[in-house]
């Protein structure tokens, strides 16, 4: 029963900022790698970055010095940071929590940024 809800999405202007919130229930958050995912209309689901229980990162090359991801253990929380975004970041967030290879998904959260 892992569910994973999105908040935060919106329209923001090149250059602004947002962040992300994915909240988690019914799982061992501690346990779990989480990691954030896009996908744009007519594109592939592309990850944008993990965190590991032990707090390691990894992030797309597109969002690399831009998108800050980390967790909140205490809260069951992870964040995604967005800073000076841009049009192309433009896409639906999708949260996820990964355990043994698998992938639990979110419903997602919009994300405009317009011109």
């Known amino acids: 029963q892992v569910q994973l809800v999105e908040s935060g999405g919106g329209l923001v202007q090149a250059g602004g900022s947002l962040r992300l919130s994915c909240a988690a229930s019914?799982?061992?958050?501690?346990?779990?790698?989480m990691g954030w995912y896009r996908q744009a209309p007519g594109k592939q689901r592309e990850l944008v970055a993990t965190?590991?229980?032990?707090?390691?990162?990894n992030y797309a090359d597109s969002v690399k010095g831009r998108f800050t991801i980390s967790r909140d253990n205490a809260k069951n929380t992870v964040y995604l940071q967005m800073n000076s975004l841009k049009p192309e970041d433009t896409a639906v967030y999708y949260c996820?929590?990964?355990?043994?290879?698998?992938?639990?998904w979110g419903q997602g959260t919009q994300v405009t940024v317009s011109s």
């Open positions: 996820t929590a990964i355990r043994f290879g698998y992938n639990y």
């Open positions: 019914g799982m061992k958050f501690s346990i779990f790698t």
């Open positions: 965190i590991t229980e032990g707090g390691s990162t």
